[in-house]
């Protein structure tokens, strides 16, 4: 004997071809019940989806049905989950997309905002607009500035929510297609807003695919380099590689890397790619008191390595002023202008040192500081967080 296995039941199509009608009566008959027009709501979102229930429910005009109830019920935080559920349901289809009128994302837009702290809400929301966004007419509807702005407002706000947060990364995947908007993104600061969500640890395929699916679409923009290492997107895109189940996910992770000069199976931080590119400036916004200045990358290189690979004589100084090792260093593998640096910067820090020591001794005399929390700070003298403030 076959024993059926308990699941979920397909939706039978007679079923459905019988209930839409009565969905729509219902909308239509009543349009200021706010308890059935929940229910109807909620009743297309469920029979859309089915794929080819959509192109049923749009001919019978349920997606304008439920555009109005949104419009006239919108404080009401359930049925603009279930209403804006329907329309990311509805426009999953290339057919539901072009049927809606560009007034949805006003609409969308004023829904998230009367609701910002609903996240069943704002994903719905943001689930409408990335399948909207597979439209290139929305597309370019959507991804203006002043559209991107608020998609972004509603994404910093809830980076560490498990509910929404993929579901930003995957609209800005499908926006930054276009490389006209891909370029607006990464300007408006979207690269920050990845990296945030990398860092909060959220788990899943869908984010773990989302994310990487969005850098790479904004390959494209000229700042896209620059941007990943201001935001130290190296270390959390590393730590996908290496942790994602999710095979497509790893394939676009190592082609993002790769696109940032780090190889399938290498090691670094971000700091090191940035030596490496002679980024004097960056390095000195990157850095903090608590940056590991000897961190060694897959290679064995320090800072100080990748920084002389790079021949920047400004960062090699830098490192050196904040106190990076050059015992390793042998002098007959540097050019003359290397060795004249590293010389130079050393003197240098020895006046810092020489400084700070005055500095103390004068703390002693005037303030009776204590002599044994005197020399344990004088120990640190070498340290960045000390040196910084001498040196930018």
Not at 218 to 233: D, G, I, R, T
Request: hydrophobic share 45%; charged share 20%; proline share 4%.
């Amino acid at each position: 004997m076959n024993i059926r296995k308990m699941g979920t039941l397909p939706i039978r199509q007679d079923t459905i071809d019988t209930n839409i009608p009565i969905v729509i009566n219902a909308m239509k008959k009543y349009p200021r019940s706010l308890e059935l027009q929940q229910v109807c709501c909620r009743a297309i979102s469920n029979m859309a989806m089915d794929f080819d229930t959509v192109t049923k429910v749009i001919d019978q005009r349920g997606h304008l049905l439920i555009l109005e109830a949104l419009s006239s019920h919108r404080t009401d935080w359930k049925l603009a989950w279930f209403g804006c559920s329907g329309v990311w349901n509805l426009s999953r289809s290339e057919y539901g997309r072009a049927s809606f009128p560009p007034s949805v994302i006003g609409l969308l837009f004023a829904i998230a905002e009367r609701h910002p702290s609903e996240t069943k809400v704002l994903n719905a929301v943001m689930g409408s607009f990335s399948n909207l966004a597979l439209s290139d007419t929305f597309k370019q509807r959507i991804g203006t500035p002043v559209n991107i702005r608020n998609i972004f407002a509603i994404t910093n706000a809830n980076c560490t929510c498990d509910i929404v947060a993929p579901t930003c990364a995957g609209l800005i995947a499908n926006l930054a297609v276009q490389d006209p908007i891909a370029d607006t993104l990464v300007t408006l600061g979207g690269l920050r807003l990845l990296a945030r969500i990398l860092r909060s640890q959220i788990k899943g395929a869908f984010l773990e695919r989302n994310i990487p699916a969005a850098l790479n679409n904004c390959m494209s923009s000229p700042m896209f380099f620059m941007e990943c290492m201001k935001n130290k997107l190296i270390e959390p895109l590393i730590d996908l590689r290496e942790n994602s189940a999710d095979i497509a996910s790893v394939s676009l992770t190592v082609n993002c890397l790769a696109s940032l000069g780090v190889d399938a199976n290498e090691f670094t931080t971000t700091l090191h790619i940035v030596c490496l590119n002679g980024l004097c400036d960056v390095m000195k916004v990157l850095m903090t008191d608590t940056t590991d200045i000897e961190a060694r990358d897959s290679d064995g290189r320090t800072l100080i390595d990748c920084a002389l690979i790079a021949d920047d004589i400004p960062c090699v100084m830098f490192l050196i002023k904040c106190g990076a090792c050059t015992r390793h260093l042998h002098s007959e593998q540097l050019s003359p202008h290397n060795q004249s640096a590293i010389a130079e910067s050393q003197f240098e820090l020895k006046i810092i040192r020489a400084k700070f020591t005055d500095f103390l001794k004068s703390c002693i005399v005037h303030a009776s500081v204590n002599h044994d929390v005197c020399e344990a700070i004088m120990s640190y003298v070498s340290m960045y967080s000390i040196t910084q403030k001498y040196i930018r």
